[in-house]
T-cell receptor
Framework: GQNIDQPTEMTATEGAIVQINCTYQ??????LFWYQQHAGEAPTFLSY????GLEEKGRFSSFLSRSKGYSYLLLKELQMKDSASYLC????????????FGTGTKLQVIP | EAQVTQNPRYLITVTGKKLTVTCSQN?????MSWYRQDPGLGLRQIYY???????DKGDVPEGYKVSRKEKRNFPLILESPSPNQTSLYFC?????????????FGNGTRLTVT
């Protein structure tokens, strides 16, 4: 099985940088995803990590350490529209590669 | 446009009245799945399907049924809805065989059972 932990809520200031952490415990690991979800809307894909290190995509970066069971999502130059929930999801290495989601981190960006 | 389409977006019903939420994808994805999302519990998988005529239970399958007669469609059936099935439901799909493929989600169905 899998256990995924991420903070429930965070607040950050417009223009700043925020780091959202995710820790996981899994019996078999085959990748970690980050999704963004605005209230009442569908989750949308942000990033994918399967090897250790940093993946950068514009203002968003995601880091993975498999040995520590740890990932973070880094958001730079925060904008008001970045106010959303950020979901960490882990894919396991089993037959159908199940994806398990964390409960999400609700980020509020304030002026 | 590549998309996953769910209907209806909103549904209010009464206990025991059978209902179906439809899901259709136009990306030729083999894998499809249903999730429910509740405050503090995140997205939990109800059922999934690896391909046509292949379905299996997720983490919270009680009270739900699914079918996969065609590749593009994966309806969610509540034979006798109860108030504890009030939730936000998402259908999702992805191709198999591509390790970094993310899930593509429908826009959600907000179900209220009174």
């Amino acid at each position: 099985g899998q256990n995924i932990d991420q903070p429930t809520e965070m607040t950050a200031t417009e223009g700043a940088i925020v780091q959202i952490n995710c820790t996981y415990q899994t019996s078999g690991f085959n990748g970690l995803f980050w999704y963004q979800q605005h209230a009442g809307e569908a989750p949308t894909f942000l990033s994918y990590n399967v090897l250790d290190g940093l993946e950068e995509k514009g203002r968003f970066s995601s880091f993975l350490s498999r040995s520590k069971g740890y990932s973070y999502l880094l958001l730079k130059e925060l904008q008001m529209k970045d106010s959303a929930s950020y979901l960490c999801a882990v894919r396991d290495s089993g037959g159908y590669q199940k994806v398990t989601f964390g409960t999400g981190t609700k980020l509020q960006v304030i002026p | 446009e590549a998309q996953v389409t769910q209907n209806p977006r909103y549904l209010i019903t009464v206990t025991g009245k059978k209902l179906t939420v439809t899901c259709s994808q136009n990306m030729n994805h083999e894998y499809m799945s249903w999730y429910r999302q509740d405050p503090g519990l995140g997205l939990r998988q109800i059922y999934y399907s690896m391909n046509v005529e292949v379905t299996d239970k997720g983490d919270v399958p009680e009270g739900y049924k699914v079918s996969r007669k065609e590749k593009r469609n994966f309806p969610l059936i509540l034979e006798s809805p109860s108030p504890n099935q009030t939730s936000l439901y998402f259908c999702a799909s992805r191709p198999t065989g591509i390790s970094n493929s993310p899930l593509h989600f429908g826009n959600g169905t907000r179900l209220t059972v009174t």
